[in-house]
C-alpha cells in the first residue's frame, strides 16, 4: 500500500507563491509517475503537472511558466512550487501517484484573494 500526504496549502494574495509538498510511504516503488491534481469550487477536476520516473515533464497550459513540479527521491517526496498565483488557481489541490493502480493524497487547501 502506498500512502500520498499533502502539506502546504494556505491563503495568498494574488502574485504569491506557494510550495506543496507531497510525502510518500509504504510500497513507494511500485509507482512509475506522480503528479497533482486541482478541482476549484464548481469546477471540474483537472491534471496540473505531472513528472514521471524518467523525469519527463508536463504541464497543463494554464501553470506553464508559473509552476513547477520536482522531486527529491532522498526524501520520498514531490513539490509543486507555485509562484505568480492568481484567484483562478483557487483549488484544493490532490497529489497523486500512478502505478499498477492509481493512489491519492487527502488534499490541501490553496486560496488566492484578489
Known amino acids: 500500500q502506498v500512502q500520498l500526504v499533502e502539506s502546504g496549502g494556505g491563503l495568498v494574495q494574488a502574485g504569491g507563491s506557494l510550495r506543496l509538498s507531497c510525502a510518500a510511504s509504504g510500497s513507494i516503488f511500485s509507482i512509475s509517475a506522480m503528479g497533482w491534481y486541482r478541482q476549484g469550487p464548481g469546477k471540474q477536476r483537472e491534471l496540473v503537472a505531472s513528472i514521471t520516473n524518467g523525469g519527463l515533464l508536463n504541464y497543463v497550459d494554464s501553470v506553464k511558466g508559473r509552476f513547477t513540479i520536482s522531486r527529491d527521491n532522498a526524501k520520498n517526496t514531490v513539490y509543486l512550487q507555485m509562484n505568480s498565483l492568481k484567484p483562478e488557481d483557487t483549488a484544493v489541490y490532490y497529489c497523486?501517484?500512478?502505478?499498477?493502480?492509481?493512489?491519492w493524497g487527502q488534499g490541501t487547501q490553496v486560496t488566492v484573494s484578489s
Open positions: 497523486a501517484g500512478w502505478g499498477q493502480r492509481a493512489y
